[in-house]
């Protein structure tokens, strides 16, 4: 069973700093792997989608990494800012039980601090 | 409509009454998906679509029935609501299986 991992859990950075979010999957036979934001009592808004065949995707302050083969997706963000306050959810697409799906991280919950 | 909307936003509902949360996209996507979001637990699938007409079982698809009669819209109906299914709905879609999907802003349901 696919199970997707995110650590820290939470965290919390001055602002201006660089920093690395981290997601882990157990079973490396993914189709591509999505980089989400969520801020409180809204929906997802997608960052950054990888293809399983690509190594990584920049978008702005955002740059995120896939290797496939341990299982490892990192987000970095550059220059944090007070607005990148929100919790950041990986998931992963797979084929299971005859259909596509999306498995979720627990999300990292972000805090930039002015 | 840009996007995907879903309706209502949020909503108290009486246990054993039944309930249909609306979900439009404009996107002319061919696949639409159905989760709840619950503390600790996470986003999980509920139904899914790959294609108007056609509609599958997700993770936990006991108490919600989910209909695709044309590419934009995917309903998903509880017919007897319980205080269980209390949770945030959120509908996506994608262009097919592979590629990036997009969500709601969500649904907010409580049941009492």
């Known amino acids: 069973k696919q199970e997707v991992t995110q650590i820290p859990a939470a965290l919390s950075v001055p602002e201006g700093e660089n920093l690395v979010l981290n997601c882990s999957f157990t079973?490396?036979?993914?189709?591509?792997l999505q980089w989400f934001r969520q801020d409180p009592g809204k929906g997802l808004t997608s960052l950054l989608l990888i293809q399983s065949s690509q190594r990584e995707q920049t978008s702005g302050r955002l740059n995120a990494s896939l290797d496939k083969s341990s299982g490892r997706s990192t987000l970095y963000i550059a220059a944090s800012q007070p607005g990148d306050s929100a919790t950041y959810l990986c998931a992963v697409r797979l084929i299971s039980g005859g259909y596509n799906k999306l498995i979720f991280g627990a999300g990292t919950r972000l805090a930039v601090h002015p | 409509i840009a996007g995907i909307t879903q309706a209502p936003t949020s909503q108290i509902l009486a246990a054993g009454r039944r309930m249909t949360l609306r979900c439009t996209q404009d996107?002319?996507?061919?696949?639409m998906y159905w989760y709840r979001q619950d503390l600790g637990l996470g986003l999980r699938l509920i139904h899914y679509s790959n294609t108007a007409g056609t509609t599958g079982k997700g993770e936990v698809p006991d108490g919600y029935s989910v209909s695709r009669a044309n590419t934009d819209d995917f309903p998903l109906t509880l017919a007897s609501a319980v205080p269980s299914q209390t949770s945030v709905y959120f509908c996506a879609s994608s262009d097919s299986g592979m590629t990036e999907a997009f969500f709601g802003q969500g649904t907010r349901l409580t049941v009492v």
């Open positions: 996107m002319r996507h061919n696949a």
């Open positions: 079973d490396s036979a993914i189709y591509n």
